[in-house]
């Protein structure tokens, strides 16, 4: 039946994914979910119950790694056989284009299994002349293309036909020129190898930022491991807990009576306080190597007994990202979201939370 | 959708899976409101009354009745999160963008980050500034 102005009242799909299992599980799958999401803006981790910054996440945070900026970079510098030869084959190089924006520029991602991927409009992808395919959310009239290119492939040789046309086409065809962030994680030799590969370039090498604070007299869900829906008046659903922790990490108050006029919002029951929680904000190009290391210090927290019933980690991913998780398409739409949260329980099960907006496949 | 799988070595350790569809009922905006003068201030209460005007304007007594929650509000800035229930996104958001002065003063709502999750309003890969 057609429904005039449907539009109006159905907001675009969503999708709130949630996995439980064990960390130390064999198959547990929370490490490939963390790996596979590349590009990374925004780490958080709440602890409950903890006043002093512990040594280990302090030493942890701070062994974040460094990442760079490239302004003004031709892409087909990331295709050259040098490149691929000193960063793609050696270890996991990350690549994404900076300030642009994926529902009106191109946008280009490099991903840590040698895969680049560009996202172009339909004028640049007519004028490259590389084969690709249309956006799966750009509709019948495909505006924006997708083209992928597979660097670390064996027939990518620098003699090979297929290499001669793309640099041809991203050097002379339509070159294209992006600020982009990079970082390259591998075992071994120094990591200033980057800095001095692009000295031509305006390179700048960056820390990511780090803030601390403790909050006081928090109102905290009581949560169940073994029940990611909840049950009534026992412990807190997973969706219920996902928009408390964007509560307390947006600063919205949770103490509102039903008929108050400001806002209705209420922490979901049954809760307990809190007394102090320690929040760490990470922002920057984060490395899912390093999300995997502070994962590890969060469960070697746990080996001592603690008061803390639980600990969750909290990850943004860039809203103008080609990708979310693995080699999926992702679009913005209204909001670009691709996030998720990991709660780490004192038994080591945890819970995994992957949030998307439209413009994405189910994580 | 669950899945689940029961395994002998952990006992805890049972897999469950979950997928949500469309499960929130509220969508959240991250907005601020911009005068052409500079040096006006709202507290909070006059932030949400200007918001509810705003709706009675343009969708009449049925939009002032839509259930608007201002999360957070910020007086120095302007800056504000609300919580509307999904229905109402458009009603609203058209509301804040048709709303152009206040006390006859020129002004108007943008709208930063929208999303179903609150969480994700907490992130802003747009705003990164590096330096």
Known sequence: MFVPLRWLRETPRHLLVCERSHVRHERSRHASHVRDHAFNCRVSFLIPDCGIVPEAFKSAVAGLGEYYLVKNLSLHELVTEEFINTFVKKGSCYALTYNTRIDQDNTAALLPTGKLILSVDKDTYEELGLQGHPSRYSGKKPMRYIITLDLSESTFGPDSKKHKRIIWALKEKKPLEFDFLLAWHHTGSEESILMSYFSKNQIQALQPKVTFSTLRNVQCPVLDNNKLKGEPEAACSAQEFFEWLGAILSCVGLENTPSSFLSTYSCPQPSTFVEQVLLCTITGFILPEKIICLLEQICCYFEEPKLAHWISLVVHGFADSPVSWRECEHGFLKGGENLYNLVIFRSLDYWLQMAVGAHDDCP | ?131
Not at chain 2, 68 to 80: F, G, Q
Not at chain 2, 102 to 121: E, G
């Open chain 2, 1 to 131: 959708m669950i899945e689940s799988g029961d395994d002998k070595g952990f006992k805890p350790a049972s897999y469950e899976r979950i997928v949500l569809k469309n499960a929130s009922e509220y969508y959240y905006l991250k907005i601020y409101l911009e005068f052409q003068e500079v040096g006006i201030s709202l507290n909070a209460v006059e932030f949400k009354q200007l918001i509810i005007s705003a709706l009675k304007r343009l969708h009449g007594e049925v939009g002032a009745a839509l259930p608007v929650d201002v999360l957070s509000y910020e007086e120095k800035t302007l800056l504000a999160i609300l919580r509307v229930p999904i229905t109402g996104l458009v009603k609203l958001w058209s509301a804040l963008t048709l709303l152009d002065s206040y006390q006859n003063r020129k002004c108007a709502f943008r709208v930063i980050q929208t999303s179903p999750f609150l969480l994700a309003l907490a992130g802003n890969s747009r705003e990164l500034v590096l330096d």
